[in-house]
């Protein structure tokens, strides 16, 4: 199934309801650890609780007024113009469509408006990872280090940076 931008909406508010999406739609991926699942869930309710404050902005996409697809980024303190990309997911059954590249394009769009020049992505080495490495190569980041068994014994952390 392919991404349609007429027929999928992106939107920057966040409501009560996302934390569960957000929840569903990482567990479909198969690739985070529960802990970081948590962590994801946790970021929509910062957010919820403390508004634009919290440092976390966020991007949805809808289909038919459910939630396919998220991302998380936000400034990195005490520099001048660096953001973290925290998340990027997308439902199971609509992975490869397109819409994750969308969803970067959107979110490198927003920071620039907020002027920022950096986006720093962190991702795991274990094989499953992959494909998302070379997503990332793909939309023009760059590997930029490496931390050895960062997540644990054989899973390094992988640090992409692009600049805008």
């Known amino acids: 199934m392919g991404f349609d931008r007429n027929e999928v ?12 999406a957000v929840r569903r739609i990482t567990e479909s991926s198969g ?10 869930v946790e970021l929509v309710e910062e957010r919820l609780a403390k ?16 939630t396919i697809g998220y991302a998380c980024f936000g400034p990195i303190a005490c ?13 199971e059954m609509r992975r490869g469509s397109g819409l994750g590249t969308r969803l970067v394009e959107m979110v490198e769009d927003k920071i620039r408006e907020h002027g920022g020049t950096r986006v720093y992505i962190e991702t795991s080495s274990r094989p ?5 490495r070379a997503f990332y190569l793909a939309r023009g980041y760059k590997e930029e280090g490496r931390l050895t068994d960062y997540y644990g014994p054989g899973d390094s952390k992988v640090d992409y940076v692009k600049v805008l």
């Open 9 to 20: 909406r992106i939107r920057e508010d966040v409501r009560k309801e996302d934390a569960a």
């Open 31 to 40: 690739f985070f650890y529960p802990e970081e699942i948590d962590t994801a």
């Open 51 to 66: 508004g634009i404050g919290s440092g976390y902005h966020f991007l949805f996409a809808e289909e038919d007024g459910r």
């Open 79 to 91: 520099t001048k113009s660096s953001w973290d990309f925290f998340w990027l997911a997308v439902d």
């Open 128 to 132: 499953l990872y992959d494909p998302t």
